[in-house]
């Protein structure tokens, strides 16, 4: 029996029974591995590190989306860097006014994620509010005079490519691409298992904008626990809608999601103290 040994966390592994290999290469960037599983579906693994799966990437995309459009409110232009399974460009299309610019260093990533695990973006690549970019995110937003109202940084974890999407610099360069008012949402790991990573990403946000958070879900192919949002804006109200008022814009909306629900999003802004103590300890 094959097994998908994930050892992304020291001393913690995940252990996957790989059913069937579907596809696998070493890219340019990355060692990417597309493999069938019983429980997950489709998984996608890129450097030996879970980056999707077929069973449960409605959580982790829903809640990536939908929570800062639907506090935002007004949210017409959506920069996604990183992203390549197409998964948060699925949700983002649900949303009609939006159009999405999507900048991921690694071209193979989407053509064999369309390709191997089309629901994953469900057609999204094909769709002309969309603009693709194959480029390196942190260079993308040193370099354009664009702006976004949302930006969604769906990167790899802290290692190889993705690296440089955790820098005080790159989160600096994100801020000049922002629109008034404008949101960042990152992918910021498992704190039980990625404190360090939360406090860094917590301390260096903190450093550029007026309210900064986490938001959590449970995302069931990431192992240690809850998975943590990164929130970034200079607009603390987008924090204090209403919850008649969230409802009020998902029902506009007119999008069906899975795991997202209005209370939902309220509720996992609730930070547990264990975590809320990693984010004000003395280090
Ligand atoms: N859900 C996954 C997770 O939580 O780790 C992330 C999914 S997505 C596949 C990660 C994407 O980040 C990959 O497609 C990878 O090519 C892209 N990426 C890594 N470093 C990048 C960079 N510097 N600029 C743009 N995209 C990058």
Redesign the pocket.
Known sequence: MQLFDEGLHSGVNLALKVDTVIYEEKTD??DLVIFENKQFGRV?S?DG?V??TEKDEFI?HEMFVHVPLLAHGEVSRVLV?????G?AARQLMKHQNTSVTL????RS??EL?RKYMPTVSGGAFDDPRLELVI????K?VKETELRWDVIII????PH???E??YTAEFYGDCKSCLTAGGIIIT?NGVPFVQESELRTSYDRLGGLFADVTFYLAAIPS?VGGV?AYGWATDDANHRKVALSKLAERYLESGIATDYYTPEVHQAAFALPLHIQKMLTKEI
Do not use: K
């Open positions: 960037l990355q996608m890129l590190a980056q999707t982790y860097i990183g992203g390549g399974d998964g900048v991921d260093i690694d990533v989407i994620s480029a390196d995110g942190c993308f769906d990167s790899t974890d190889g490519p993705g440089v999407l992918q990431y998975m």
